[in-house]
């Protein structure tokens, strides 16, 4: 059974600080791309960032670059959102996904269609 599992999400003051964790199982690792995206009420879904299945490729949508950072452990089948300097904006439901493109591909995307996806996990941004 296909599994992914965020956590990490809370409530955190403008400019502080979180991490999300996707935790991924009954799937061939090696072989997706992992995906994190995001939904705001009222808005459409964005992708956020993704990274290759080979861990070497990363992308991020502009709002974004140079304060998340998104990381990819093969050994624990985990992948990491690290986000720092938050904003109000940033504040959604996130969402993991997998995409299968291969065996430790180089490519992922924040356009593609995903095979997987998991629950989501709040972020609230405020004070």
């Known amino acids: 059974q296909v599994q992914l599992v965020e956590s990490g999400g809370g409530l955190v003051q403008p400019g502080g600080s979180l991490r999300l964790s996707c935790a991924a199982s009954?799937?061939?690792?090696?072989?997706?791309?992992i995906g994190w995206f995001r939904q705001a009420p009222g808005k459409e879904r964005e992708g956020v960032s993704c990274i290759s299945s080979s861990g070497t490729s990363t992308d991020y949508t502009d709002s974004v670059k140079g304060r998340f950072t998104i990381s990819r452990d093969n050994a624990k089948k985990t992948v990491y959102l690290q986000m720092n300097s938050l904003k109000p904006e940033d504040t959604a439901v996130y969402f993991c996904?997998?995409?299968?493109?291969?065996?430790?591909?180089?490519?992922?995307?924040?356009?593609?269609?995903?095979?997987?996806w998991g629950q989501g996990t709040q972020v609230t941004v405020s004070t």
């Open positions: 996904a997998a995409d299968r493109t291969g065996y430790l591909s180089t490519g992922c995307g924040l356009r593609t269609s995903y095979n997987y």
């Open positions: 009954g799937f061939t690792w090696d072989y997706y791309a």
